[in-house]
């Protein structure tokens, strides 16, 4: 069981990241559709109740130590693959190992979508 000071600052990591995402468009808590598109008005939605959602579910995969990815989709599966082993390195703390993974994962993911524009 995590103290109250601990949870807090476990809390204000994942509110910061939610509003990371959602400062790009990607909100995983917001009400979707089957395909993830949101299903009522930006202006509608509340943030702060999305971020309760996601610590929830965030919090409860932490737990367990098993987190849903889904499958790739085929051209970004390499980008994907560097993404998952840099999230595993971060679990080890290995962070400069993991940015260098995470920066191929990049170039990997453009030069896919290169090829499926051309």
Sequence with gaps: MMSNEKTETVFTQI??????????????AAPCDALG?????????N??????????GWWQSEDERRFWIG????PARVAMILTIEAARLMCS??????????????????????RRVA
Excluded: G
């Design 93 to 114: 703390c290995e962070n400069d190992l993991a940015d260098e993974l995470l920066k191929l994962a990049r170039d990997e993911l453009r030069r896919a979508e290169s």
């Design 37 to 45: 598109t949101i299903t009522v008005p930006v202006a509608e939605l």
């Design 47 to 56: 943030i702060d109740q999305e971020i309760r959602k996601y610590a929830s």
């Design 15 to 28: 509110d910061h990241a939610y509003r990371l995402m959602a400062s790009r468009h990607y909100r995983p």
């Design 71 to 74: 499958c790739p989709n085929f």
